[in-house]
């Protein structure tokens, strides 16, 4: 009886042959890390079906959600006004199309501010799926950016710092 096991190109244990003193002849059978490898290059193409599946699902459910992205959020703003609702007030931001921006609190946000002024005007762009803005006094002159997502008549805002509320916007 034979009991070599092939792994690789050498034969392994072939116990008969080396006690009656013959060189023991490779086998030809299935080798073991060829059967490992067809394994894991299996598992690995299931794994990368699913994560495209898993992605394409997700896009899917973005696109559902009523996310604004390029184009769509650049037209949603452009020339129109944004009402962002801010510690129970709404702030309008007139985003004007050709990305400058202004906006005016009433007196009681503007002393809610500490003294960061009553109206500011600023820059914005689009950048990617998001609506980045910059004003000159407001938020220390800082850019942020912001995704847009519609739920029903509201807009859902969510900030690059993960600060986020509900807006609407007005023509």
Same mark, same amino acid.
């Given at each position: 009886? !034979?009991?070599?096991?092939?792994?690789?190109?050498?034969?392994?244990?072939?116990?008969?042959?080396?006690?009656?003193?013959?060189?023991?002849?490779? &086998?030809?059978?299935?080798?073991?890390?060829?059967?490992?490898?067809?394994?894991?290059?299996?598992?690995?193409?299931?794994?990368?079906?699913?994560?495209?599946?898993?992605?394409?699902?997700?896009?899917?459910?973005?696109?559902?959600?009523?996310?604004?992205?390029?184009?769509?959020? &650049?037209?949603?703003?452009?020339?129109?006004?944004? #009402?962002?609702?801010?510690?129970?007030?709404?702030?309008?931001?007139? #985003?004007?199309?050709?990305?400058?921006?202004?906006?005016?609190? !009433?007196?009681?946000?503007?002393?809610?501010?500490?003294?960061?002024?009553?109206?500011?005007?600023?820059?914005?762009?689009?950048?990617?799926?998001?609506?980045?803005?910059?004003?000159?006094?407001?938020?220390?002159?800082?850019? #942020?950016? #912001?995704?847009?997502?519609?739920?029903?008549?509201?807009?859902?805002?969510?900030?690059?710092?993960?600060?986020?509320?509900?807006? &609407?916007?007005?023509?």
């Amino acid at each position: 009886m !034979n009991d070599a096991l092939s792994f690789g190109s050498a034969p392994i244990g072939d116990k008969d042959a080396k006690e009656r003193g013959e060189a023991s002849a490779p &086998r030809h059978e299935p080798k073991l890390e060829d059967d490992m490898f067809k394994s894991l290059f299996t598992a690995a193409a299931l794994m990368a079906l699913m994560l495209g599946a898993t992605v394409l699902a997700s896009e899917a459910a973005e696109n559902k959600s009523g996310a604004l992205a390029g184009d769509e959020l &650049r037209q949603a703003v452009s020339g129109k006004i944004v #009402y962002l609702k801010i510690s129970g007030f709404e702030l309008p931001i007139h #985003y004007a199309a050709g990305g400058t921006m202004s906006g005016s609190m !009433n007196t009681v946000m503007a002393t809610l501010a500490r003294g960061d002024g009553s109206s500011d005007r600023g820059k914005w762009w689009i950048e990617g799926n998001q609506l980045c803005q910059r004003w000159n006094v407001w938020m220390d002159g800082k850019s #942020y950016c #912001y995704t847009f997502a519609v739920k029903g008549s509201a807009v859902q805002w969510v900030r690059n710092d993960g600060r986020s509320g509900t807006a &609407r916007i007005a023509g």
